[in-house]
C-alpha cells in the first residue's frame, strides 16, 4: 500500500490531483487500469504492450513479472509526469517529510 499521498494542483488550470507514493497494490493486481483511470494514458498503454508482449512470449508468466516490476515504479512515474506537466505540490498527506519523500522519490517538489 501507498505510504503517503501528494495532492496536486495545475495552478493553470485548476484540476487537482491525488498521487500516491509508494508501491502499487492496484497496478499488481488490475495492470494498466489505475493508469487509465489516472487519465494517464501513455503509461496506461506501456503497461500494456509490454506486459502483453512478456505474457506472450513466456507463456503468461512474463506478464506477472512485467506488472511486479510496473507496481513498484508506477506510482513514481505518474508522480513525476504530473510535475512535467505543471503540476505542483497542494498538499501532503504523509508520516514523513516533503525533503523524505523527495528523497523516496529522487525528484524536487516544489511546494
Do not use: C
Not at 511486479?68 to 512535467?84: C, D, G, T
Not at 505543471?86 to 525528484?107: C, H, I, M, N, P
Amino acid at each position: 500500500m501507498a505510504h503517503s499521498t501528494l495532492v496536486f494542483k495545475n495552478s493553470a488550470f485548476g484540476t487537482i490531483k491525488s498521487a500516491p507514493v509508494g508501491f502499487s497494490w492496484t497496478t499488481l493486481f488490475f495492470g494498466f487500469f489505475p493508469a487509465l483511470f489516472r487519465g494517464d494514458f501513455k503509461w496506461a498503454a506501456i503497461i500494456f504492450f509490454v506486459t502483453a508482449v512478456a505474457g506472450v512470449l513466456t507463456l503468461g508468466w512474463g506478464a506477472w513479472i512485467a506488472w511486479i516490476v510496473f507496481a513498484v515504479i508506477y506510482n513514481k512515474m505518474y508522480i513525476k509526469e504530473l510535475l512535467n506537466k505543471g503540476y505542483v505540490v497542494d498538499k501532503v498527506e504523509s508520516r514523513f517529510t516533503l525533503e523524505q519523500l523527495q528523497a523516496q522519490l529522487e525528484t524536487t517538489l516544489a511546494q
